[in-house]
């Protein structure tokens, strides 16, 4: 009883961010993970304290945060796959 999964391999990247007093990361899509990722890291390397505000794509449709809980940020690569039609 052996199917075969007809369909192409994709690759998303996905937003990390590590919060303080929490165990496992958030996670975020977004088009240009890349740009809120390099935005992140400036702002968890200067001395300002801002409200932070995501509107990613996916599950999670907005969040907010301020920018001293960040301790962290890191981009997954993704594959999933997707039916051909």
């Known amino acids: 009883m052996q199917q075969q999964v007809q369909g192409k391999i994709q690759v998303r990247t996905a937003l990390l961010?590590?919060?303080?007093d929490m165990a496992s990361p958030l996670v975020f899509y977004f088009d240009n993970a890349q740009k809120v990722y390099e935005d992140?890291?400036?702002?968890?390397?200067s001395n300002e304290i801002k409200m932070v505000e995501f509107e990613?794509?996916?599950p999670i449709k907005k969040a907010a945060l301020l920018s001293d809980r960040?301790?962290?940020v890191a981009l997954q690569e993704e594959r999933y796959l997707t039916q051909e039609k």
């Open 17 to 20: 961010v590590f919060c303080k």
């Open 70 to 72: 960040i301790v962290s």
């Open 40 to 45: 992140l890291k400036a702002l968890i390397n």
């Open 56 to 58: 990613p794509i996916g």
